[in-house]
Structures are given as structure tokens and as C-alpha cells.
């Protein structure tokens, strides 16, 4: 089962695991913030040593232009200190990954081989104090000075300071800062640029102001901190111009005359920081139920009189729906994360939409799912999983970060509800509402052909576990929100006259339902296929049940709109319930084994209780 979930990159999985279960890599217990920054700058070091940091990089400049491995690599290191696997995803997921996606070879060839060695030590100041996720209204500007060819960075105001930027606080040198670009006053968007920030001695450069950010709920060891720019200037060639220039002449071009369509463009080419979260996360949770299941399997409380052992925690019925179904979470999640890497992979040109719609659902589902297990985990160790030493402390105060960092979860799920309407509206383009009307008409006659006795009332276990009976039922669910979502989207923009932007945030809880909906469905069509692939038994019965598993525990919770349309009865609802107890305590029986197969290292652990 390792080998499986380990992939085909076990080797570089095999060799951070080599290099973070080393005694210098000990996990830093104290509460002192500069010594443990320091530390976490050393692991960082150490790490970039191996050549992981330039894994994704281009063969010219010493890398092997293979993001799935340097994925792979960023997955496992989830498994150490969050602190140092933040560090290393500012460093060469976003500092380094920024100047591969967004520069030239000219850029690249100054700057990748030294972030690669963490020589050259960086960051990604977009978010601003005023803007997050609304990245488009950045104040942050970038005047060309056609006299002295060169770009003039400026914060106009305080709220267009840089802010909990990564690398910033006291290590990094040079960040990709995102401005807007001005050129003979006409306005161009936002664009990046590559600006110093500290001297080689470590004090501010010249019209530089930084801040920390303090303390945080956790990631200590990471160096947050905000950024002020008054009038500093960088030469014209330190503009990142894969899509767009200034020319020696002065004159802006870009082959992407959109200015929207330029920017999303730009922005899609730096998914990976999503996929990166979501894999990230989901270690994480398997690190934390790695401690908790094996801490039930070993954990006696009460039982029967007579001098009888007591019972195990796992064989209680409550403990097993607590922790089984999330055990099923993080195997579903694992194969629909590196789905998303080959789909990633294979899109043919920047800014895919499908692979935007579906990083922006995986990172959401899967962090949120972080948070829900690390919590349930801890609460299921009772307080032996409140000490510092069993890792839930720091398991819980260094992820939480996640729902929100790279994208808050909730703003993720919207973009990935905006982007199906609008892939529906691409394939109705031609027929207009009479096609859109259609279109329902066929969803609604699927709703109605589920409405039939013989199907809203089978309970027989060879239907409930039947994987395609599952998706159908999935997707049924999917295609009529999409259809609901669209048709009251019409109604508001037409029949009341509402514009996009006021419709689309009037229906925000419906399209939020959507979103969860088609990343439960794309999660669960990955499952099913990778069992299906497997030819070996002993490895597809159990994943069979964890599949089923994950189905029928969505399938429970999301009982109220498949009752309130009519497709299943009460009595169906029930069997759900009943099947979903059973097959968690198939599971459990299995369990131990299960996370042994995360191959996580007892010293990455470090929790007593799970050794």
C-alpha cells in the first residue's frame, strides 16, 4: 500500500525522509522566535543541499523541469516541522516559481541557480494590507521612468503595504513584488518585478521599510512580514515579462491584448501554490491520524466486569465514526491531489480553466478537512493529545493557516462555482435560454427517473455499494445544482436586471453548495478509478471499502437534498447510516495498517504515544 500511495517518485520521497530524520533535524521544543527561525534557516539550507529546490527548475539552469517530482518532495516534507515545509514553499514554491513561470531565460539564469541553493533568499509580496484575494485592485504602483530606464516602486498609501509576506520579516533579499504597471500614464494592470529589499548585510535598501508581522497562531519559525516602498527604483529588465514588456524603446507589448485575460494568465501559471497546500494539508492529516489511530489501538477504557480487559478505543462504535471516515478523507484526497497533478500536467496552455476550477475546489475541500481531522484527532487522544509532545499543539496551530493562505477557502470555492457557470455558459453560448431550458428539462427528467419506488426505496447492500450507483448519484446532485444555479443567475441578471457581480453575490451560499458538490464528485470519480485500476485484491478490497466508505459517509450528511428532491425515502436514508457504521468497523480492523502506509518516520512523528 505504501508503494502505491508513494508513487513513482519513492525515490525523492525516500531521500527527504533520509534527510529529515536526522539528529540535526530534531524538532526545536523552545519558545524562543529568533532561535528557532534560525534553526528552521538552517533546515532550509540543508534541505536546498539535496537539490530538491531546483527539481521544477529548466534543464539549463541545472534543474530537471519536473514539477510532479518537486511535489512529490513538498508533500513528504509536510511530514516534518510546518515551519520548515512554509519556509521551502515561499523559497522555491513561490519566491523561485514566480521568477520560472512568470520570467525568461534571463531571469532565470541570474536568479534560479542561487534560490535553488538558498544563497539567494526570497519571497512573494502580493497580498497587501488592504487586498488579499482581490488581487486585481493592488495599490502598490510600478511608474516607468522613460529617462532612466527603469521602473519606480512606490506604496502610495499604508494599506498598500506588502503584509504577511513570507522570507520578509528578517531573511529575505529579493522579492517578486506585485505592482501596477503605469506606462506614459496609461494603466496596464498588475504585473511583477523583481525589487531588492535588503543589502548583502542585511539592512534595508534604500526607501525600503519593513515590519514584522509578530507572533502568529503558529509557523513561528517563518519570518512573516510587511513591506513599504517609497519610490524605489529597479531596471527595466527586472519586469518578469513572459506575457508582457517594455521595450528598450519605452513602449509597453504583450501578445495577450486582454488586459483581463492577461492577468488571469499570469496568475494561473502560479496554481501550483494551491496544489502545494493541498498536498501539504493532507500530510498533515495523516500525521495526525497516524497518532490517533495508533493511540486507540493501543488505548483500554472501561469494559465488562469480572476482571475482563477493558476495551480498546478502537473498538468502540463512537471512535470508529469519528476516525474511519477521515482515514477514508485522506486516502480519497491522495488520489484526487495527484490527479490534479496530471491534469496540471497535461493542460495545454497557462491559465487553464479546468485546472484552475479544480486546485481552487481541492485546496478548500482538502484544508478544511485538515483542520476537521486535526481537531477530531486531538479530541479522540483525550489529554494525552493536549501535551506540546504528542504534536497536535503544533499540528493544530501551524495548518489552520492553510484555509486561508495561498486563497481563503471560501473566495476558492466561489472562483470554482463562477468558473462551472461559466463552462456551462460556453457550451449554451449558441443556444441561448431556449438551450439553457432544455438543458434543465433534461436534469429535471433524470431527478424525476431517481423519484421512481423501486429506487428511492432500495436498500439492498449490492445497490448501496455499487461504485457507479454512487457516482451516479454524485453527479445527479452536481448537475442539478449547476442547472438551479444558472437558471436563478438568468433570472436575477434578466427578469430583475441585476448586474453579474450583485446576482452572483445574492445567490453565494447556493453557489458555494455547487462548488462542494462537484469537488465531492470529481474526488469520489478518482477513488473509483483507482481501485479499478488496481488488479491486486489485497489492495483493491480495502480501498474498495474506504471508496465506499467516503461515498456513503457524503451520501449520509448530504441526505437533506436527496429527501427533499425525492430521490431517496427515509427508510434508504437509513441504510446509508447503517452501512456507513458497518463499514467503519471493517475499516478499523484494518486501520493500523492503513496509516502505516503513509510511511511517515516514527522521528517525524515524535509523538510518544504513537511510537
Known amino acids: 500500500m505504501q508503494q502505491l500511495l508513494d508513487g513513482e517518485f519513492s525515490e525523492v520521497r525516500n531521500l527527504v525522509k533520509q534527510r529529515i530524520t536526522k539528529p540535526d533535524f530534531q524538532y526545536y521544543d523552545g519558545t524562543d522566535v529568533q532561535v528557532y527561525r534560525r534553526k528552521v534557516l538552517d533546515w532550509l539550507k540543508r534541505i536546498a543541499e539535496t537539490g530538491i529546490g531546483r527539481i521544477f527548475m529548466p534543464r539549463y539552469v541545472g534543474g530537471e523541469d519536473n514539477l510532479p517530482k518537486y511535489l512529490a518532495k513538498f508533500e513528504t516534507l509536510a511530514f516534518h516541522d510546518t515551519s520548515l515545509l512554509v519556509k521551502a514553499g515561499v523559497q522555491f514554491g513561490l519566491f523561485a516559481a514566480s521568477i520560472q513561470r512568470l520570467g525568461v531565460e534571463y531571469h532565470h539564469r541570474k536568479y534560479l541557480p542561487d534560490a535553488a541553493a538558498g544563497r539567494l533568499l526570497g519571497g512573494f509580496a502580493m497580498t497587501e494590507i488592504g487586498h488579499g484575494s482581490n488581487v486585481q485592485r493592488l495599490e502598490t504602483t510600478a511608474f516607468y521612468d522613460r529617462e532612466t530606464d527603469a521602473f519606480v516602486i512606490d ?3 499604508y494599506s498598500a503595504g506588502k503584509t504577511f509576506i513570507g522570507n520578509a520579516g528578517e531573511h529575505g533579499q529579493l522579492m517578486t513584488v506585485f505592482a501596477q504597471l503605469e506606462v506614459d500614464g496609461e494603466h496596464h494592470g498588475v504585473h511583477a518585478f523583481l525589487v531588492p529589499i535588503r543589502d548583502d548585510e542585511g539592512a534595508p ?10 507572533l502568529k497562531m503558529g509557523l513561528n519559525g517563518v519570518d512573516n512580514g510587511k513591506i513599504w516602498f517609497k519610490e524605489v527604483r529597479v531596471p527595466r529588465t527586472e519586469m518578469l515579462t513572459r506575457f508582457a514588456e517594455v521595450t528598450p524603446e519605452g513602449r509597453y507589448r504583450s501578445d495577450i491584448l486582454n488586459p483581463g485575460a492577461r492577468f488571469f494568465t499570469m496568475i494561473g501559471t502560479l496554481v501550483g501554490g494551491r496544489i502545494s497546500m493541498g498536498l501539504g494539508g493532507n500530510s498533515a492529516a495523516k500525521s495526525a491520524l497516524t497518532i490517533a489511530v495508533r493511540y486507540a489501538a493501543r488505548r483500554r477504557q472501561f469494559g465488562p466486569p469480572k476482571g475482563a480487559p477493558e476495551t480498546l478505543l478502537l473498538d468502540y462504535p463512537s471512535h470508529q465514526l469519528r476516525l474511519m471516515p477521515l482515514l477514508a478523507n485522506v486516502y480519497a484526497l491522495d488520489f484526487a491531489l495527484k490527479h490534479l497533478i496530471q491534469v496540471n500536467e497535461g493542460a495545454q496552455s497557462d491559465g487553464s480553466r479546468p485546472v484552475e476550477t479544480l486546485a481552487a475546489g481541492l485546496k478548500a475541500y482538502a484544508t478544511w478537512n485538515t483542520s476537521r481531522t486535526i481537531q477530531t484527532c486531538r479530541e479522540a487522544c483525550g489529554g494525552e493529545g493536549y501535551l506540546a509532545s504528542n504534536r497536535f499543539a503544533a499540528l493544530k496551530a501551524d495548518t489552520d493557516i492553510f484555509t486561508t493562505f495561498e486563497g481563503d477557502n471560501t473566495v476558492l470555492m466561489q472562483l470554482a462555482a463562477k468558473n462551472l457557470l461559466a463552462e456551462l455558459k460556453d457550451k449554451l453560448k449558441q443556444g441561448g435560454s431556449a438551450q439553457l431550458a432544455r438543458f434543465s428539462l433534461d436534469d429535471n427528467l433524470n431527478l424525476l427517473a431517481k423519484r421512481h419506488p423501486a429506487f428511492t ?11 457507479e450507483l454512487q457516482l451516479d448519484l454524485f453527479r445527479l446532485r452536481e448537475d442539478a445544482l449547476l442547472v438551479q ?12 436586471g441585476l448586474d453579474p457581480y450583485s446576482a452572483f453575490t445574492q445567490l453565494q451560499p447556493e453557489l458555494l453548495e455547487l462548488a462542494q458538490a462537484y469537488i465531492e464528485r470529481v474526488i469520489l470519480e478518482q477513488f473509483i478509478a483507482k481501485v479499478k485500476s ?3 485484491q489485497s489492495l483493491q478490497a480495502p480501498l474498495k471499502r474506504l471508496c465506499d466508505l467516503f461515498a456513503l459517509t457524503r451520501l449520509e450528511q448530504g441526505k437533506g437534498w436527496y429527501l427533499e428532491n425525492g430521490v431517496v425515502s427515509g427508510v434508504k436514508s437509513t441504510a446509508f447510516k447503517r452501512l456507513v457504521t458497518r ?15 503513509f510511511g511517515i518516520p516514527d522521528e517525524c512523528l515524535a509523538a510518544p504515544i504513537a511510537l
Open 155 to 157: 506604496s502610495p498609501t
Open 205 to 214: 535598501m534604500p526607501g525600503v521599510t519593513i515590519e514584522g508581522n509578530g
Open 457 to 467: 426505496q432500495d436498500k439492498s447492500e449490492p445497490h448501496l455499494l455499487d461504485s
Open 485 to 496: 444555479g444558472a437558471t436563478e443567475l438568468q433570472k436575477l441578471t434578466s427578469a430583475q
Open 534 to 536: 488496481l488488479p491486486d
Open 583 to 597: 463499514l467503519c468497523v471493517e475499516v478499523s480492523e484494518e486501520a493500523v495498517a492503513l496509516v502505516d502506509a
